[in-house]
């Protein structure tokens, strides 16, 4: 079985500074992980995945993750943040990139301030 | 079309009445997937098509929800019987094929009174 958990709901940043969004999983193969950004009223949109190559996973708007199999982590940053970084986060675990159903964590809501 | 298309993108429905929400996928796109996603939460499994088989439906939480995708394309989720329980917000994503991306719509948000 495959499950997600996002350590905080809710995360306040200045702008400028740096972003940190957690994500710990648990899964009984090697998984395919994701993280999805969902403005409001909004579907979500692809950030980044890791499909078990590079380690470091660069994604759009300059995130990027570490998937770190010995503490079954896969977090977020981006190294300043900015005001229209302001989303809902979603962290994803599946067993494959399509046609496979995709387990997210309860997300983390990022908020920026000026 | 360009993305995928869901209608409507807000539905009110009076307990017990059924709804029918729609999602047009990217054109090509052969695999189907539904999601629920509740207030404040992440979105849940529903059900998966790959062209018009539904290969999971394990997620569909009663016998009141139902799925559809008869011609490969369009697909529709059927809920019968609506109750409050039920609203939530009704993702639709599709993907090329098992190894891509999978897209989302915007959602159809289901609000039962």
């Known amino acids: 079985a495959q499950s997600v958990t996002q350590l905080g709901s809710h995360v306040s940043v200045s702008e400028g500074a740096l972003v940190l969004l957690r994500c710990n999983y648990s899964s009984s193969v090697p998984p395919y992980l994701f993280w999805y950004v969902q403005y409001p009223n909004q579907g979500l949109q692809l950030l980044l995945k890791?499909?078990?190559?590079?380690?470091l996973v660069k994604g759009i708007n300059g995130f990027e993750a570490e998937f770190k199999k010995s503490e079954t982590s896969f977090h977020l940053t981006k190294p300043s943040a900015h005001m229209s970084d302001a989303a809902e986060y979603f962290c994803a675990v599946s067993l494959g990139t399509g046609g496979f159903k995709t387990i997210f964590g309860a997300g983390t809501r990022l908020f920026v301030k000026a | 079309g360009a993305g995928v298309s869901q209608s409507p993108r807000y539905k009110v429905a009076k307990r017990g009445q059924d709804v029918a929400l729609r999602c047009d996928p990217i054109?090509?796109?052969?695999?189907l997937f539904w999601y629920q996603q509740a207030l404040g939460q992440g979105p849940e499994f529903l059900t998966y098509?790959?062209?018009?088989?539904?290969?999971?439906k394990s997620g569909l939480p009663s016998d009141r929800f139902f799925a559809e995708r008869p011609e490969g394309s369009v697909s529709t989720l059927k809920i019968q019987r609506t109750q409050q329980e039920d609203s939530a917000v009704y993702l639709c994503a599709s993907s090329l094929a098992r190894t891509s991306e999978a897209f989302f719509g915007q959602g159809t948000r289901l609000t039962v009174v």
């Open positions: 054109s090509g796109h052969v695999s």
């Open positions: 098509f790959q062209n018009e088989a539904q290969l999971d």
């Open positions: 890791y499909t078990s190559a590079a380690t």
